[in-house]
Nanobody, 124 residues
Framework: VQLQASGGGLVQLGGSLRLSCTAS????????VAWFRRAPGKRREGVMC????????SLGDFVKGRFTISRDNAKNTVYLYMNILNPEDTAVYYC??????????????????WGQGTLVTVSS
């Protein structure tokens, strides 16, 4: 499956964004899909994940209920809704897919398909 992440941009402190991860070449309904991010000078970290049966898991303490994730199988897309953004959320956000499992986790090496990343910049 090929994944394409989109929706990033510049947003002010406290603002919101919706990121999209759209698949081609396969349907996402059998994939666990996670969002990761890499901030400047920091390691990649997990954000949120949704399993094929729509179980949702937060992968980082920083989420603190501000983010949600959902999928639209008709559009073959997974969305990450981010609210109450702050400058510490500035990062390149990547979506990743993991086939043949119902489990979500933050072990990036277990995800076999990756999107190209979309930049989110939060200004203060």
């Amino acid at each position: 499956v090929q994944l394409q992440a989109s929706g990033g941009g510049l947003v002010q402190l406290g603002g919101s964004l919706r990121l999209s991860c759209t698949a081609s070449g396969a349907t996402l309904d059998h994939y666990a899909v996670a969002w990761f991010r890499r901030a400047p000078g920091k390691r990649r970290e997990g954000v949120m994940c949704i399993s094929p049966d729509n179980g949702v898991r937060s992968l980082g303490d920083f989420v603190k209920g501000r983010f949600t994730i959902s999928r639209d199988n008709a559009k073959n897309t997974v969305y990450l809704y981010m609210n109450i953004l702050n400058p510490e959320d500035t990062a390149v956000y990547y979506c990743a897919g993991r086939a043949g499992t119902v489990h979500c986790n933050s072990y990036s090496h277990e995800y076999d398909s990756w999107g190209q990343g979309t930049l989110v910049t939060v200004s203060s």
